[in-house]
Nanobody
Framework: QVQLVESGGGSVQAGGSLRLSCAAS????????MGWFRQAPGKEREFVAA????????YYADSVKGRFTISRANAKNTVYLQMNSLKPEDTAVYYC?????????????????WGQGTQVSVSS
């Protein structure tokens, strides 16, 4: 099990940037595939991005491809989400998640560790 704590959320204008961080505590962070999900008001939680255990492979939702970048620093037990060219439709609570195997996945139920979320608000 890992405990996950997100940070870095806030309010920005459209076109701006934010970098989210997710700090993990517990054992063997580098044994976990890490993912970011988001939930907008009145909508279901959706997949944003995922990164392999060694950071060599990434996977993005079409809606963020080319604008968001997921990365990780295993020595710091941290995963990041760099968000550029933000749009009002990116407004949501962003969640960090971890799954203890090697396969990248966009399915929420495959992830068994979740953070509490951090709010991102983008104004037009």
């Amino acid at each position: 099990q890992v405990q996950l704590v997100e940070s870095g959320g806030g309010s920005v204008q459209a076109g701006g940037s934010l970098r989210l961080s997710c700090a993990a505590s517990g054992r063997s962070f580098n044994n976990y595939v890490m993912g970011w999900f988001r939930q907008a008001p009145g909508k279901e939680r959706e997949f944003v991005a995922a990164i392999s255990r060694n950071g060599g492979n990434t996977y993005y939702a079409d809606s963020v491809k080319g604008r968001f970048t997921i990365s990780r620093a295993n020595a710091k037990n941290t995963v990041y989400l760099q968000m550029n060219s933000l749009k009002p439709e990116d407004t949501a609570v962003y969640y960090c998640a971890a799954k203890q195997d090697y396969a990248l996945a966009s399915v929420q139920s495959y992830y068994d560790n979740w953070g509490q979320g951090t709010q991102v608000s983008v104004s037009s």
